[in-house]
């Protein structure tokens, strides 16, 4: 499906992109689809079983796929021809790939919450954030879970529980929580991917060598129905890309974005969805009716090389949390306290934060503190504090890794991944006066059915999980 096929190029000057800049570009496209969600795709395996498992797995990707091409074509359709809404101005929202996007006539590019926006106005744009703070906050708590059962597992400096870690873990989430921009991140988010993609290939490598050694495990079951809708949950959520292909897209230049996009796009996606099913698949088939959510519980504690490579992606992972937290304390600040986006700035709206009182006090921090983080004693210092404890506390009751993951995967991973797009392209179908053929109707349908019916019974059985309290699956 080609939407970009038969388009005028308005802005074509026979400019070609950089090669370094394309490279740049596409692996941040890549990265942007693999995050540590990965580490609980062999529990949903476990869940539907490995026939059942592959097939609806080759399902969500190509839904995926589908989706985000159809919401790029939205937006490019929007962008050559806005339609005008009603209400001031959307916020625009921030997320981990603007860190590689330079300023400039770019920053003018449409949002995902700016599609919204324009389709279906203050209701489109807030459903967009909404989902995207679910989405983005339920990720940092699988964080919190993950880095402290991980923490307890290799027992090493100290011998603490999962709570007692994460709670002392809470003042360095919060600190990371106030950085003005993610751009100043980048060094950070680089060895932050290094780690977790090393951590994805080292277990790949154990797994391999287990079958090599000892074979497949024999308790493995082909189809098991009744855990479909928590696998649909968990495989959306390790899809995390979808937030971050338009901040993407936007980063490259306008007169090549419709040739050179699409291509990247499908590439990263089949790649990234070959190494997450096989990654799942194996793991799986490796560890059985035992296998563990993150899987790397399921890794010998004993071999010091394992100990480290868990304790490396707890560096990646704890250096991955200010970017995620980064859309929801943005949009945060909009819709709670009036705020835009603190970059740095110094002027009234957003230079310094709302402060909590009026009284004048001289700031004896070095300047680059204080163009870099903002003061703690703000409003919206107080609203981080409050949001890394509420993260801090679901991550402290919370034990089943996959099952929280499958929740946030079918609330609001669904959403943005399966429903938004459809909608808003069924909407610009309607404002266009330009009709869908009837196949691309009926894909359209299926999409949505997948995720308004596969969201809501993985989120049902999810939160069923999360009650029971299994921690290994």
């Known amino acids: 499906m080609a939407f970009w096929k038969g388009r005028v190029n308005n802005n074509g000057n026979g400019h070609q992109p950089q090669n370094n800049e394309l490279r740049g570009v596409s692996a941040n496209l890549f990265k942007s689809f693999i995050g540590s969600n990965y580490l609980s795709i062999p529990s949903a395996f476990a869940h539907a079983g490995w026939a ?220 990234v969805s070959v190494l997450l099913g096989g990654f799942g698949l194996l793991g799986y088939c490796v560890h059985g009716s035992g296998t563990t959510s993150p899987v790397t519980h399921s890794l010998d504690n004993d071999a010091p090389a394992l100990v480290l490579l868990k304790g490396l992606m707890v560096v990646g992972v704890i250096l991955t949390f200010p970017l995620q937290i980064y859309p929801v304390t943005t949009i945060l600040d909009e819709m709670i306290l009036g705020v835009c986006c603190d970059t740095g700035s110094t002027n009234s709206t957003s230079g310094s934060g709302k402060r909590l009182s009026n009284v004048t006090t001289i700031d004896m921090k070095p300047s680059w503190v204080r163009s870099t983080f903002m003061p703690m004693y703000s409003w919206q210092g107080v609203l981080r504090i409050c949001l890394v404890a509420l993260i801090t506390f679901i991550g402290c009751v919370t034990e089943n890794f996959g099952a929280f993951a499958g929740l946030v995967g079918s609330v609001g991973a669904s959403a943005l991944s399966f429903i938004f797009p459809i909608l808003f392209s069924f909407k610009l179908a309607y404002l266009r006066e330009n009709p869908i053929p009837a196949f691309k109707v009926f894909i359209h349908v299926s999409v949505l059915i997948l995720g308004v019916v596969g969201g809501g019974v993985g989120a049902v059985l999810s939160l069923r999980e999360l009650i029971q309290q299994n921690p290994n699956k």
């Open 52 to 271: 059942l498992g592959s097939g609806a797995f080759v399902v969500v990707a190509a839904s995926t796929l589908y989706s985000i091409e159809t919401l790029v074509y939205v937006k490019t359709v929007l962008q050559d021809a806005p339609i005008k809404a009603p209400g001031k101005p959307v916020l625009l929202v921030a997320n981990i790939a603007n860190m590689n996007v330079d300023n400039g006539d770019k920053d003018k590019d449409l949002t995902y919450a700016d599609v919204g926006k324009q389709l279906f106005g203050n209701a489109g744009a807030f459903s967009v954030n909404a989902a995207l703070v679910i989405t983005q906050a339920g990720f940092c708590v699988l964080y919190v879970i993950f880095v402290s059962q991980t923490m307890e597992d290799i027992r090493i400096p100290l011998t603490l529980n999962k709570t007692t870690w994460a709670l002392a873990l809470a003042p360095v989430f919060f600190i990371l929580t106030l950085y003005r921009n993610v751009k100043v991140l980048a060094p950070a988010s680089a060895v932050a991917n290094v780690f977790i993609l090393l951590g994805f290939f080292v277990v790949l490598e154990e797994e391999v060598r287990h079958v090599r050694e000892q074979g497949f495990s024999q308790e493995i079951e082909a189809n098991r129905p009744q855990g479909l809708g928590v696998f649909l949950g968990v495989v959306t959520s390790a899809f995390e890309g979808i937030g971050t292909v338009l901040p993407i897209a936007n980063s490259i230049p306008r007169q090549e974005r419709e040739t050179v996009f699409p291509p990247m796009l499908r590439s990263a996606v089949v790649s």
